[in-house]
Nanobody
Framework: QVQLVESGGGLVQAGGSLRLSCVASGSIFSINPMGWYRQAPGKQRELVANIFSGGTTNYADSVKGRFTISRDNAKNAVYLQMNSLKPEDTAVYYC???????????WGQGTQVTVSS
């Protein structure tokens, strides 16, 4: 089992920045990738960004150029630097980790990000 603990959400004005952190603990062998999803009220959960241990990243088109994901393999942590925030970025952000063998997907408890206009 893997536990994911997130921190860093909050309320910010449009144009501001926030940094989310997520630390993994437990059976963390072969966890790859790690990433962030978000879910706004009335919408489906969507991928924001993920990162593989070798550094390969993927971003949703809506956050490219504004958000940066990074990973510290030694600390089993993943970070999401969010700049130029927009009201439409308001959502609960979930840390995510996956393992291919045996297959498993893990989720954090979620952290609220609210961007006011």
């Amino acid at each position: 089992q893997v536990q994911l603990v997130e921190s860093g959400g909050g309320l910010v004005q449009a144009g501001g920045s926030l940094r989310l952190s997520c630390v993994a603990s437990g059976s963390i062998f072969s966890i790859n990738p790690m990433g962030w999803y978000r879910q706004a009220p009335g919408k489906q959960r969507e991928l924001v960004a993920n990162i593989f241990s070798g550094g390969t990243t993927n971003y949703a088109d809506s956050v490219k150029g504004r958000f940066t994901i990074s990973r510290d393999n030694a600390k089993n942590a993943v970070y999401l630097q969010m700049n130029s925030l927009k009201p439409e970025d308001t959502a609960v952000y979930y840390c995510n980790a996956a393992r291919s063998a045996p297959f498993a997907v893990y989720w954090g408890q979620g952290t609220q990000v609210t961007v006011s206009s």
